[in-house]
């Protein structure tokens, strides 16, 4: 098999466990995102754009919809003869098998399969971030500094680096230091997670991080630190455009509401940098004579006859006459019927909301206590869920399949 420059893994087996009900039966990349795209369209779309052919997914929890959407890779040109994109989950070998350990131990475990391509360099991605960037501008850097492992870091604001994995760096940008969110940080360089290594360098540590029974097989705990430790040369590249972990209910809203005009440099529609997508293959969408839409995206196969303000309608969603949507997402084939309210909101794929249903209503004491830990103040519905008729949903609630 040809020799590769670079080879890219993309980590998507994560549970997502803070995005509730959005991923009970689906890994975190796959949840919809922007009104046509799943999250891991992101770091795909910018390997195909990094000029990357050869992208490993490790997958582990509930793969099935993920597996499913990522197909043969053609939406995103990576259905190469040489190359393209691999789904590799967990698998057993020889005596047996085990489930990936840690972000490490995933990479280690499909060591096999990168060295078919005996990549000189190794990127590491993660499937659950929002953003567009430049892997072969990092890649260059890495290059240029001769380095065994750079790390992509965010400047963010000083008094929020202690929730970040945060890198200390000289005056040449080497990292001394890596400090997991430092009660006192001493600099703002925020990971995003984001690595290219020598390929010799990260085998080397990887082969002695499994074989370390009290390491947690962790790039940020375990990896990251023994480099430094070992006095290997690691360097900050900074990035400087939009990035979003969308782990959460709140960051996951925000991430679609930045799509409606608070970001402007962070945009779909940029034809140098396209984010592709698998086609829904539905008809254009359609706006009645009754419909009003304000400051929205609206994708195809969406049906409008009620008002829209602010928010991202997936492919296939139907608004009912007289419904009233704001700041909200209505995920692909979700219907909210005729006179129904929904504000600031996550909908479900395939929910219904049935007539004079409201969606995010004032509290009273009557609906008591409940959890809002996960949604704050956006109210979500899960999958498939049907809200009856009249029936009311307070700011912050999960309704679930369950009933809970």
Known sequence: MPKKKVVAMLLAGGQGSRLGVLTRSMAKPAVPFGGKYRIIDFPLSNCVNSNIDTVGVLTQYEPLALNAYL???????????????????????????RWYSGTANAIYQNLPFIEQYDPEYLLILSGDHIYKMDYAAMLDYHIEKGADCT???????????????????????????????????KSNKASM??????????????????????????????????????GRSLYAWAFNGYWKDVGTIQSLWEANMDLLGEHPNFRLEDKDWRIYSKSSGMPPHYLSST?????????????????????????GAHIGEGANICDSIVMPGAV???????????????????????????????????????TGDITLIANTVTVPSGARVPVGMIVQNDGR
């Open 71 to 97: 197909g043969s890779g053609q939406p995103w040109d990576l259905d190469r003869m040489n190359g393209g994109v691999f789904v590799l989950p967990p698998y057993v070998a020889g005596s047996g098998g």
């Open 151 to 185: 790390i992509a870091v965010l400047t963010v604001p000083m008094k929020e680096a202690k929730r970040f994995g945060i890198m200390n760096t000289d005056g040449d940008n080497r990292i001394f230091e890596f400090e997991e969110k430092p009660e006192n940080p």
């Open 193 to 230: 997670g984001i690595y290219i290594f020598k390929t010799s360098v990260l085998r080397e540590f990887l082969i002695n991080d499994a074989a370390d029974d009290n390491s947690e097989h962790d790039f940020g705990k375990n990896i990251i630190p023994a480099l430094i430790e070992k």
């Open 291 to 315: 419909a009003e839409v304000k400051e929205s995206m609206v994708s195809e196969g969406c049906v409008v006859y009620g008002k829209v303000r602010h928010s991202v309608l997936f492919a």
């Open 336 to 374: 909210v019927e005729a006179g129904a309210v929904v504000k600031k909101a996550i909908i479900g794929e395939g929910a219904v909301i049935c007539k004079n249903a409201v969606i995010g209503s004032e509290p009273t004491k009557e609906d008591g206590d409940y959890d809002r830990s996960l």
